[in-house]
């Protein structure tokens, strides 16, 4: 396949773009330094720009046949990035006939097939507090989802708790809050599970969490 992955830079970004590599698929990437970004391909296209970038989201995403986002916030980034950009990759994907989207949000933001328990209420009254600017992380990723969901795509979104640095075990857990999930996954783990909802159905059009 023929991808664009938007976030590649980040810490689950690069092994989504090296097990997608790995994979045989074409990469499209977006990044904002060119020259940080360490991956090098004979079939990865690296662009420089910023996914709140209209045009560079269209150069990134056209004749592709599918898009993964990996986005998060880091220090500095604008409170709606995630609004902004999947607004961005959206419009792109819609003028160039692209289908199926893949994105990333964390385990606080809610979904109706969710069964929480008290730890995970626990968590998400505190992603609401407005401190260490986790409540506008939270509202952002909320907003990115309903953008989403909206859009009439063939779209996943995959929710994450805690990531770690860790080596991928193979296997992991696929549920919803406090219903078959845990606390925390691999990046790596993560990224074969993101890779593989671009051609599986099983999960379309919902919020699944991969944990251990």
């Known amino acids: 396949m023929k991808l664009a992955i938007f976030g590649a830079s980040g810490r689950t970004g690069r092994p989504l773009v090296e097990q997608a590599l790995a994979q045989g698929h074409e990469v499209a990437v977006l990044v904002r330094d060119t020259a940080k970004f360490p991956i090098k391909h004979e079939r990865l296209t690296v662009v420089q720009g910023d996914a709140t970038d209209a045009q560079k989201v269209e150069q990134v995403v056209a004749g592709k046949d599918g898009v993964i986002s ?13 609004t ?5 990759i959206l419009a792109a994907m819609k003028k160039n006939g692209v289908r199926r989207l893949v994105s990333l949000t964390g385990a606080g933001v809610p979904d109706p097939l969710d069964q929480p ?12 507090l407005p401190i260490g600017g986790m409540k506008q ?6 907003g ?21 640095e860790d080596p991928p075990k193979g296997q992991y857990r696929v549920g919803y809050v406090g219903k078959d999930s845990g606390i925390q996954v691999a990046r790596a783990d993560l990224a074969d599970f993101m890779l593989k909802q671009l051609t599986d159905n099983q999960y379309l059009h919902k919020l699944p969490v991969v944990s251990y």
């Open 70 to 82: 990996a986005l998060g916030h880091v220090k500095g980034s604008p409170p709606d990035l995630l």
């Open 84 to 88: 902004s950009a999947i607004t961005n």
């Open 117 to 128: 328990k008290l730890i995970d209420n626990l968590i998400r009254a505190l992603f609401k």
């Open 137 to 142: 992380v939270l509202q952002d990723s909320v």
């Open 144 to 164: 990115h989802v309903e953008k989403i969901k909206a859009s009439r795509l063939d779209w996943v979104i995959v929710r994450g708790p805690r990531l770690t």
